[in-house]
């Protein structure tokens, strides 16, 4: 019986208000959500996204393709550790390659503790690309964590 | 936690296809009976790429300890392949 309950409960046995009233603040009780820890509940743990999901659903001249891949968090984590085995003086000669691509990214700059940031936040991660119908080629890209 | 098991999956239109096991725990034997040569061989390329060869290793390692959980699969008209490492 949590805190809420009880003093609405003490108050109609004291009296201090109707039975209807009661019953109304219990209803209103219930629909309102609990934003407060109460008597030491614990909160919800917080849940963190433990595999990258890449879908792809392709349909080319009525053949349709699908793949799936998923990877662990872990090796995410881990790739990004390359990027610390990389010799310095390649580090330049990469971000020209990135940026001739047109692919704004400093390798030295890669680093796992702006990972463990990025991670935390994936959870509600998700895009979906609906590539638009040429011809008889379609294609739809799916990348979610779970 | 190093990968033990890898399942490779290849089914085809006509429902053919088989299913195989790999013991990827065995691999470990090979693995430590060569780890002196692999160790020198890697402290070569290390030291020549100025690369520090404990990290290499630590990189590596961490690397392989999170395969398990890893899985492709591809499927087509003709075709259904799955690739998994538990």
């Known amino acids: 019986m949590n805190e809420n309950r009880r003093q609405i409960l ?20 219930e629909d309102a959500p609990s934003t407060a820890n109460e008597g030491g509940e614990a909160e919800k743990p917080k849940h ?17 393709a699908t793949v799936n891949v998923r990877v662990p ?12 085995l990389i010799p310095r003086q390649a580090h ?13 990214l400093t390798v030295s700059q ?31 890209v799916r990348v979610f964590c779970e | 936690m190093t990968p033990n098991l890898a399942l490779i999956g290849i089914q085809t239109s006509a429902k053919r296809g088989f299913r195989l096991w790999f013991p990827l725990f065995l691999l470990w034997i090979p693995v430590l009976l060569l780890a002196p040569l692999l160790f020198l061989a890697l402290l070569i ?10 990290r290499a290793i630590a990189v590596c ?9 890893t899985g492709i699969q591809v499927q087509t008209p ?5 690739v998994r490492v538990l």
Not at chain 1, 92 to 104: I, M, N, Q, T
Not at chain 2, 61 to 69: K, M, R
């Open chain 1, 10 to 29: 003490e108050m109609l046995a004291t009296e201090k208000i109707t039975a209807e009233e009661a019953e109304r603040l219990l209803v209103a009780l």
């Open chain 1, 48 to 64: 963190c996204a433990k595999y990258l999901r890449v879908l792809v659903e392709a349909n080319k001249n009525g053949s349709p």
């Open chain 1, 73 to 84: 968090m872990q090796l995410l984590r881990a790739g990004v550790r390359l990027a610390s």
């Open chain 1, 92 to 104: 330049e000669k990469l971000d020209e390659a990135f940026s001739k691509h047109g692919v704004p």
């Open chain 1, 110 to 140: 890669i680093k796992p503790e702006n990972l463990e940031e990025l991670i935390e936040h994936l959870d509600d991660f998700s895009v979906d690309i609906d590539a638009a119908p040429e011809g008889d080629q379609q294609a739809k």
């Open chain 2, 45 to 54: 390329v290390c030291l020549g790429k100025r690369v520090n060869p404990w």
């Open chain 2, 61 to 69: 390692w961490a690397i392989v300890c999170s395969l398990p959980g």
């Open chain 2, 78 to 82: 003709k075709a259904l392949i799955q």
